[in-house]
């Protein structure tokens, strides 16, 4: 199975035992319920992919953390993972309809927690939808399957590291946040942050990654798009956004372009930037 599948291919392949389809749909809260009235579960409840469980990614979290979005205990991941029929054999196809294509943050956590054969459905819902496919109501069941606690670290960076890279440089940062916030030019949506990135860093909006129906471009195009941004393709990369969603986009294309050496700072800016001990830098056109 292919990391990035079609809707075709999906549509062909949804009867395999062992194929498991999640809608990993998840609203930053300027989208979501009930100021910008999208609730995403509500949504999967309306109308999802026929067999697909819903993963509630706003429940895969460590509670006990400061910064939204961290990461859960790789116990509480296999827990839920469990109840969602995911087993440890699961070919796991997963997708979204979400503006922040959050399909890409369950790949990511499926693969840092151990799951070995993960694909993101290219266009997620919407492609589905716009090809007139069946959709189902409700919420759908899967038999409880095995899912071995794991995590590999390897694929992380804390604050810590963050802060000894910008001397060493051992490692580029790219950001996938908006040229305006990574900027400085526009506040941040979050209260209490500062405006601006970690120095050194990059700017790859993540919105620049895909065509304007909602896929993933070509793999020529991603390239490009990364050295546009001024990445090496040859060095190992780190990375960030606002809160650790978005980054996994830039994760996800570098992964389908055959680039492994990308890890991922998961407080990424809600983390930096409120912390008034962290650098900062802003480049505002004059």
Known sequence: ??????????????EACDLRIVDATYHLPDAAHPNGGRDARAEYVAGHIPGATFMDL????DT?????????????FASRMQALGLGDGSRIVVYDDSAIKTAARAWFMLRMFGANYVAVLDGG??????EGRALASGVESQRHRHFTPWQDDRRLRDKQAMLANLTARAEQVVDARSAARFSGASPEPRPGLAAGH???ALNLPYSALFDDAGRYRSKSEIRDAFEGAGVDLSRPVIATCGSGMTACVL???????GKEDVS????????????AATPKAVSVPV
């Open 125 to 130: 819902l919407a492609q589905w939808k716009a």
């Open 198 to 200: 970690i120095p050194g």
């Open 1 to 14: 199975m292919d990391c990035l599948v079609s809707t075709e291919w999906l549509a062909n392949e949804m």
């Open 64 to 76: 006990t953390a400061v910064c939204d979005n961290t990461l859960p205990s790789a116990e509480k």
């Open 58 to 61: 706003a429940d895969l979290v």
């Open 251 to 257: 994760a996800f294309a570098l992964h389908l372009i």
């Open 264 to 275: 991922l700072y998961d407080g990424s800016w809600a983390e930096w930037g409120a912390d």
